[in-house]
């Protein structure tokens, strides 16, 4: 009978499950699943375990744990701000707890008193007694009345993330219906001989028991295995990368010309030992005929920008073109500005190319570029990838925010004509802890600048409730007296958009018209012409604006060392690497700088305390890892979103230990058979093309 019951391979969409119509096909296509495979990668984000749920008498605060119960009272009521608090009580033989939920009264039709419910979190103790703040839950279904073991009872049972049409209960029973009758599970890119050596279990057995496991052990040897393979893959990737590019030739520059020693002895400060390091590497790297591929990471304010420049002008000097590449219109522009400053005494000609540089002059500077008269060209990276011809390029400098950028990074070397490779240099804004550095650039060499200018003045960070503001704004006065500027920064997120700009355009008028009534205030947010917010950061830059309100549009990059005081509203939204970009605007002149974060409502536990570590550091690789350990990469860095494989399950930070160990595995498995088509590589290569097919022409790069 079973045989008679269709089976799936990894590919086969979801629709043919049962149970799933297309009203749920759309459902899980918001979760991203598309395919069985896709549904078997969508992990459980935690697992009630119902084998041991603690007695609520013994809770303890700060514990991890499972309570079940029964459904007393659910009742909702209104905060003074206009919130809402929803509170459910439970109890079981031992005693009562507490779990609330703020402003989210919809969720008051789940609880039915006298309902069986299960609910996970971190307890707080609250005037006593036992409390969890927005605790992962299920209410029982009322026909499941047996508790023996199945899928929801009894068991370790697997928390999956949700949305709307796509139930706790039903997805479980879609999951099991998938590694009930696939068939093709066994497409294992591990090899036996790996597996065997780190003791891990094959892929049919992960999935099941990272699904469904029958306890704590099976669960992480499942974690352990899933991790490894995320990570191996990757490191396979990067190292065939890598290996395809040893021994292209890049342009060969070796008749240093004057431009480089004439900038430096020109700059009013001395370069730092760090700058003068990675100069030596990139330097070497442009002599050695070899193309250079190389990652230059630095905090916040360490002076990239400059090493960008002398690497350009290197080039330059021996007749050839380089192209610096920003991420953001704003970036490029300013990039633009001060370069020119730097460049212009040395007759070394820049333009700026930027997807709202009007047509006429857009035409005029590709001109120049292709006659090879413009030997700096600066621009986001789109408009310099598309249609530019640069017939001298020999480097191409792409400053990558935090943001993946495999696609944009394979294509950076296409723009030039001559035969060989251009160089690349990458430039990473936010640091990036090594362990993840090993692992998203894996395939490049590694530049560090880990050391800041000299005579950076601290920034002292405060949290302060919004009744306190008045305190805040007395304080950006007084720096604005001493002829400093500030920065008051709004949240503006996608998806709420229209409500959060208008909120930043009320405050703006406020601010203006109430609070700094006889400085100049200017508004700067992403909707705005290039023109326009060109032409606001300009007067910001030459400090005729004294504040800038302003959304993340200034989180990258600004450079207006002048400015001192930072406001942050409603910092919570933000997450740790982009508040840490944001803060870094500022305590960037002689100058000692504050940054205020100003908390309007209720702040959840966990907010609250990525909130205080953030005030409490300012180091950025801290941040990073901090980041990366709360959120995941694919969150903190932005690669799901990117859609490349990985990180579902991953994090370079708790799992260091195992991206060494696929680096160094990886490595030897390429250095046997560089071509992976021996026994062991050919497992590896159909593993990788079956698991990971759609993903390699973006790797490959
Ligand atoms: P980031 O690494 O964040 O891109 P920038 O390149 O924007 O940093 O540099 C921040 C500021 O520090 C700029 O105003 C730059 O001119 C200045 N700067 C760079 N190098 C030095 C140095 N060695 N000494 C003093 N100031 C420097
Ligand atoms: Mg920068």
């Not at 390029?393 to 490779?421: C, I, K, M, Y």
Request: with cysteine; proline share 5%; glycine share 8%.
């Amino acid at each position: 009978m079973e045989s008679r019951k269709p089976t799936f391979s990894q590919d086969t969409p979801v629709q043919f499950l049962k149970t799933v119509g297309p009203a749920r096909v759309r459902a899980l296509t918001r979760l991203g699943i598309e395919t069985v495979g896709d549904l078997l990668a969508h992990y459980p984000r935690r697992y009630f375990d119902r084998s041991s749920a603690v007695p609520i008498r013994s809770l303890a605060a700060g514990q991890d744990v499972t309570v079940q119960g029964e459904i007393m009272t659910a009742s909702e009521r209104r905060t003074r701000r206009g919130g809402s608090v929803l509170t459910v009580t439970v109890s079981d033989d031992t005693g009562v707890l507490f779990c609330v939920w703020f402003n989210q009264k919809f969720l008051l039709k789940h609880f039915k008193s006298g309902r069986r419910i299960m609910a996970s979190g971190v307890v707080q103790m609250h005037a006593g007694r036992p409390q969890l703040a927005h605790p992962d839950y299920e209410v029982a279904d009322p026909s499941d009345k047996k508790d023996g073991p199945g899928l929801h009872t009894g068991r370790m049972v697997p928390v999956y993330s949700l949305t709307s049409g796509v139930g706790q209960h039903w997805l479980r029973g879609l999951v099991r219906q998938a590694l009930d009758r696939m068939v093709d599970l066994h497409v294992d890119p591990l090899p036996t001989s790996l597996r065997s050596r780190h003791n891990l279990p094959d892929r049919r057995q992960a999935l099941e028991d990272i699904h469904f496991p029958a306890d704590a052990r099976a669960q992480q040897a499942a974690r352990r295995r899933l991790v490894y393979e995320e990570l191996f893959t990757i490191q396979v990737l990067m190292a065939l990368r890598r290996e395809s590019r040893r021994g292209t030739e890049g342009v060969v520059l070796n008749k240093p010309g004057d431009l480089t020693t004439r900038l430096v002895s020109s700059l009013p400060f001395q370069l730092t030992g760090a700058q003068r390091r990675v100069l030596r590497e990139i330097l070497a790297d442009m002599r050695s005929g070899r193309a250079m591929h190389r990652l230059l990471q630095g905090d916040v304010g360490s002076g990239k920008t400059l090493v960008a420049l002398i690497a350009a002008l290197f080039v330059v000097e021996q007749g050839h073109q380089a192209v610096i590449m920003a991420p953001t219109e704003v970036l490029a522009r300013q990039h633009g500005h001060s370069l020119k400053k730097w460049c212009d005494p040395l007759g070394v000609t820049l333009e700026t190319l930027t997807g709202s540089t009007p047509a006429g002059e857009r035409r005029a500077i590709l001109a120049g570029v292709a006659a090879g008269e413009i030997d700096l060209l600066v621009g986001t990276h789109a408009v310099i990838q598309e249609d530019v011809r640069i017939p001298r390029l020999a480097l191409s400098v792409v400053d990558e925010q935090h943001r993946f950028g495999v696609r944009q990074r394979g294509r950076t070397g296409a723009a030039g004509d001559s035969a060989e490779p251009v160089h690349v240099l990458v430039m990473s804004a936010t640091p990036i802890p090594r362990s993840l550095s090993l692992t998203l650039y894996g395939d490049l060499d590694l530049s560090l600048i880990d050391e800041l200018p000299a005579g950076r003045q601290p920034i002292t960070t405060a949290i302060v409730r919004e009744k306190d503001e008045a305190a805040v704004w007395d304080a950006c006065r007084r720096e604005i007296a001493a002829g400093r500027q500030a920065y008051v920064i709004y949240p503006v997120i996608e998806e709420t958009e229209g409500q959060d700009l208008k909120a930043a355009t009320v405050e703006f008028e406020r601010l203006r018209a109430e609070v700094f009534p006889g400085s100049r205030v200017a508004l700067l947010h992403g909707r705005m012409k290039a023109s326009e917010k060109d032409q606001v950061m300009r007067a910001f830059s030459g400090g005729e604006v004294q504040v800038l309100v302003a959304t993340t549009v200034v989180e990258v990059g600004v450079d207006v060392p002048n400015a001192t005081a930072m406001v942050i509203h409603n910092p919570e939204r933000f997450g740790l690497a982009q508040l840490h970009q944001l803060r870094g605007r500022i305590g960037r002149g002689r100058h000692a700088s504050s940054c205020w974060l100003l908390c309007d409502r209720y702040l959840a536990e966990e907010s609250f305390q990525r909130i205080r570590f953030f005030a409490e550091h300012t180091d950025g690789f801290a941040l990073a890892e901090e980041d990366l350990r709360l959120r995941g990469p694919g969150d903190a860095w932005g690669i799901r979103q990117h859609g490349a494989p990985g990180f579902r399950l991953a994090n370079p930070i708790r799992d260091a230990e195992l991206v060494a160990l696929c680096r160094q595995d990886a490595r030897e498995l390429l250095e046997a058979d560089p071509g992976l088509d021996g026994q062991v590589g050919g497992v590896v290569r159909r593993g990788l093309a079956s698991n990971f097919g759609k993903y390699l022409p973006i790797l490959a790069g």
